[in-house]
C-alpha cells in the first residue's frame, strides 16, 4: 500500500511539473506595441523587425517624419524583441 501512494505521489509530481500552462495574457504595453507594428500576437522576430523597418523608412525624421513617431517604433519594437 505505501508503494503504491509514493508512486502515486511521484506521478503527480511529475504531472504537476510539465503540465501544460496557459500563455500569460499580454500586458497593456504589448498590446499597444503590437498595434503601433501592426502585427499579431503570433508574429515571431523576423517579422517585427521587418514590420518595424518599413514603418521607420515612412517616418523617418531625414525623410520628413517625426522623431516622436520613430522613438514609438523604436520602443515597441523594442519591447516586443524582449519577449
Known amino acids: 500500500m505505501a508503494k503504491v501512494l509514493i508512486v502515486a ?4 509530481g511529475l504531472w504537476l511539473a510539465f503540465r501544460p500552462r496557459p500563455k500569460p495574457a499580454l500586458s497593456r504595453d504589448e498590446v499597444e506595441a503590437r498595434a503601433v507594428l501592426g502585427v499579431d500576437a503570433r508574429a515571431d522576430a523576423a517579422a517585427i523587425r521587418a514590420a518595424h523597418r518599413r ?6 525624421p531625414d525623410k520628413g517624419g517625426s522623431a516622436e513617431l520613430t522613438r514609438r517604433i523604436n520602443a515597441a519594437r523594442d519591447l516586443l524583441l524582449r519577449r
Open 9 to 12: 505521489a511521484v506521478l503527480v
Open 55 to 60: 514603418l521607420v523608412s515612412a517616418v523617418h
